[in-house]
C-alpha cells in the first residue's frame, strides 16, 4: 500500500517549457487535489476533483490545467512554465464515510524550479 | 473566503515541556472541521489531530490536543512531554463543505535538548 505517489520529486524548467506532474493513489479515493506551497508559506489549492470525470479549480488555478485520467491518477499540467510558478507541489486524495469527512492524504511532494 | 491565521512564525520549547501553538480562522458556515498537520523536513504532511465543530469535547491525541473555542474561532494545539522529533511545520488546516482544505502559513517549533 503505497498511499500516494508523485512523480518526479525534483524538476528544473526553463521559462516557457511544459511538464505535467503525475500523481496515483491506492487507497480508492473518489477526490483528489493539488497544492502548491511556496517558501514560507502554508499550502494553496491548485484545483481539485471531487470524483473521477470531474475538476474544479481551486484559490490559484492560473497557469495549470488538470486531468482525472481515471479514479487513481490526477495529473497536474504546466503549459508554459514561468518563474512564479517555482514551488513545492503536493498532490493528496480523500474520501467521505459515512458523510464523515477524513483527513486528506499527501504525496511527498515534487520541488519544481523554473529558471 | 475562509482565512486561518496562525500569529506565530516560530515557537521554541525545551524538551519535556509544553508549547502550545495558536490559530485563528473566519468562516461563516456552521459545519467544518479543523484540522493540525506537521510539516517536518522530509516535506511529508502529517495529520496531528482533527475537529469537527459539532463536537463540544476537545480532541487529544497521546500528547497532542486542542482547545477548540468556536465562538471565538479559535483552534490551539497543546504538545505535552515534547520530544526532538516533535521539531518541524506545523499547519492549522480548515474544511468546510467541498472537502476542500485552507491553510494558515505556518508555525515552526524548535525543540531544545
Known amino acids: 500500500n503505497a498511499g500516494v505517489t508523485q512523480t518526479p520529486k525534483f524538476q528544473v524548467l526553463k521559462t516557457g517549457q511544459s511538464m505535467t506532474l503525475q500523481c496515483a493513489q491506492d487507497?480508492?479515493?473518489?477526490?483528489m487535489y493539488w497544492y502548491r506551497q511556496d517558501p514560507g508559506m502554508g499550502l494553496r489549492l491548485i484545483y481539485y476533483?471531487?470524483?473521477?470525470?470531474?475538476?474544479d479549480k481551486g484559490e490559484v488555478p492560473n497557469g495549470y490545467n488538470v486531468s482525472r485520467l481515471n479514479k487513481r491518477e490526477f495529473s497536474l499540467r504546466l503549459e508554459s512554465a514561468a518563474p512564479s510558478q517555482t514551488s513545492v507541489y503536493f498532490c493528496?486524495?480523500?474520501?467521505?464515510?459515512?458523510?464523515?469527512?477524513?483527513?486528506?492524504?499527501f504525496g511527498p511532494g515534487t520541488r519544481l524550479t523554473v529558471l | 473566503a475562509q482565512t486561518v491565521t496562525q500569529s506565530q512564525p516560530e515557537m521554541s520549547v525545551q524538551e519535556a515541556e509544553t508549547v502550545t501553538l495558536s490559530c485563528t480562522y473566519d468562516t461563516s458556515e456552521s459545519d467544518y472541521y479543523l484540522f493540525w498537520y506537521k510539516q517536518p523536513p522530509s516535506r511529508q504532511m502529517i495529520l496531528v489531530i482533527r475537529?469537527?465543530?459539532?463536537?463540544?469535547q476537545n480532541a487529544t491525541e497521546n500528547r497532542f490536543s486542542v482547545n477548540f473555542q468556536k465562538a471565538a474561532k479559535s483552534f490551539s494545539l497543546k504538545i505535552s512531554d515534547s520530544q526532538l522529533g516533535d521539531a518541524a511545520m506545523y499547519f492549522c488546516?480548515?474544511?468546510?463543505?467541498?472537502?476542500?482544505?485552507?491553510f494558515g502559513g505556518g508555525t515552526r517549533v524548535l525543540v531544545k535538548p
Open positions: 493528496a486524495s480523500s474520501e467521505v464515510y459515512g458523510g464523515e469527512r477524513n483527513e486528506q492524504f
Open positions: 475537529q469537527e465543530a459539532y463536537k463540544q
Open positions: 488546516a480548515y474544511e468546510a463543505a467541498g472537502n476542500k482544505l485552507t
Open positions: 487507497m480508492n479515493h473518489n477526490s
Open positions: 476533483s471531487a470524483s473521477e470525470g470531474t475538476t
